[in-house]
């Protein structure tokens, strides 16, 4: 390892990528500070895929793959009605295989706050702040926050999402692709005084064009989930989101129906479109992007959270071996960027399935998966929904 050059960094947003970046800068002996625009970090989430290819290598590198697995939500059982309750399909798989092609499951609030855990009391926090203003010059970067104070950074990482104020403030706009679906998801306390599921089964509903899905999470929480055909995201608010479900989609399910009605106001429902982020660089000057700010997959490639840790650690990494921090930036959007591609690419065909949008119509669709044996059905579920990307991860 080099001796650290510009060694003090700041990193917009302290989500999985940029917690995971901070960590491994702190590792190399730099000094990272994160700037976060929430007041403090709440325990909501939703379901995501830690995959076995990449995300939980690099985790075990952290030290935290052990503790995550404890929180892991083994969906193994997969049930598929049609809107009328008719049984479309039941679909079994073993824990291994499970692993090897969906990954590990869980709730983000649960590998947020795991990340969390290993800087919280090594780097700096700027809770309730954001980044207002970048100027570059030949010397670092000074940076305007929102709640008026300046400072001075070598360099600035945007870790801060889908909807990147860092890469809007320095790139500009139009690097969105949407691919027409919109989606709603929660995990809240089961409050239907009912078991929801078994342990291991996630339960789906699918329309000609929608998808709905539900799981219990232990014996205290339930999980989820409404995909849909929609251009842009439409419903504000969490009353409206409720209703909407409720309207919409609960007609097709008495016990998803149940759930839906007992979400309070503060229940956080996530709810927005799956937006691919594509841009021809990640850098520009002392700035640079990882995670979904630089290359959102979608929720449909199942390894946006994978990538995002991936990418921080290869960054971190460049950073630490090469003193010129442009070289150091092209080599992490060299090293990454034909992984980001495969996987905006793979979310494609299932994000149509999803909508409803696949080559056969609804009712033949489901004609045809009901006369499938249950071993094909398990070989065609784990390859169409895959969440399998490799990516070397260099010592």
């Known amino acids: 390892m080099l001796p650290v050059k510009n060694k003090r960094i700041l990193i917009s947003g302290g989500g999985i990528g940029g917690i995971t970046l901070a960590y491994f800068l702190h590792q190399q002996g730099f000094i990272p500070v994160i700037v976060e625009s929430a007041p403090e970090f709440k325990r909501v989430g939703y379901l995501l895929a830690l995959n076995k290819q990449i995300g939980q290598k690099v985790a075990r590198k952290m030290g935290v793959l052990e503790i995550l697995k404890k929180f892991e939500i083994p969906l193994t059982?997969?049930?598929?009605?049609?809107?009328?309750?008719?049984?479309?399909?039941?679909?079994?798989v073993t824990p291994e295989l499970h692993n090897e092609n969906s990954g590990l499951m869980l709730n983000r609030a649960d590998l947020h706050f795991t990340l969390y855990d290993t800087i919280k009391n090594d780097v700096e926090f700027r809770f309730g702040n954001e980044i207002i203003t970048i100027t570059q010059d030949e010397f670092g970067t000074e940076v305007i926050f929102s709640d008026g104070s300046k400072d001075r950074f070598d360099l600035i990482v945007g870790a801060d999402g889908v909807n990147s104020k860092t890469r809007k403030l320095v790139f500009g706009e139009g690097f969105e692709r949407n691919l027409n679906v919109g989606y709603f998801a929660f995990i809240v306390p089961n409050r239907t005084n009912e078991p929801i599921s078994g342990k291991h089964d996630l339960i789906a509903i699918r329309g000609e064009s929608f998808l709905l899905a539900y799981h219990a999470i232990g014996e205290s929480e339930v999980g989820g989930y409404v995909f849909h055909q929609e251009a842009?995201?439409?419903?504000?608010?969490n009353e409206k989101r409720r209703s909407t479900m409720i309207r919409e989609y609960g007609k097709y399910n008495l016990k998803f129906l149940r759930i839906l009605e007992t979400l309070t106001d503060n229940d956080p429902v996530f709810h927005g479109s799956f937006t691919q982020i594509v841009m021809p660089e990640w850098h520009k000057g002392r700035i640079c992007l990882i995670g979904d700010a630089a290359h959102c997959p979608t929720p449909a490639s199942g390894t946006g959270a994978s990538l995002a840790m991936a990418?921080?650690?290869?960054l971190a990494k460049k950073l630490a071996t090469e003193s010129d921090y442009k070289k150091a930036f092209e080599e992490y959007d060299a090293y990454v960027?034909?992984?980001?591609?495969?996987?905006?690419?793979?979310?494609?065909?299932?994000?149509?399935?999803?909508?409803?949008?696949?080559?056969i119509p609804y009712r033949f669709a489901n004609l045809f998966l009901r006369l499938l044996p249950r071993s094909f059905l398990t070989f065609i579920l784990t390859r169409v929904h895959s969440h399998k990307l490799e990516m070397p991860l260099p010592e």
């Not at 997969?78 to 079994?92: A, F, P, Q």
């Not at 842009?232 to 608010?237: L, P, R």
């Not at 990418?311 to 290869?314: P, V």
């Not at 992984?339 to 409803?356: F, N």
């Open 337 to 359: 960027r034909p992984y980001v591609e495969k996987a905006q690419k793979s979310a494609l065909g299932p994000a149509k399935l999803i909508a409803g949008k696949g080559l």
């Open 232 to 237: 842009v995201s439409s419903a504000e608010g």
């Open 77 to 92: 059982h997969n049930s598929l009605y049609d809107t009328e309750g008719k049984t479309v399909m039941r679909v079994d």
């Open 311 to 314: 990418g921080a650690y290869i």
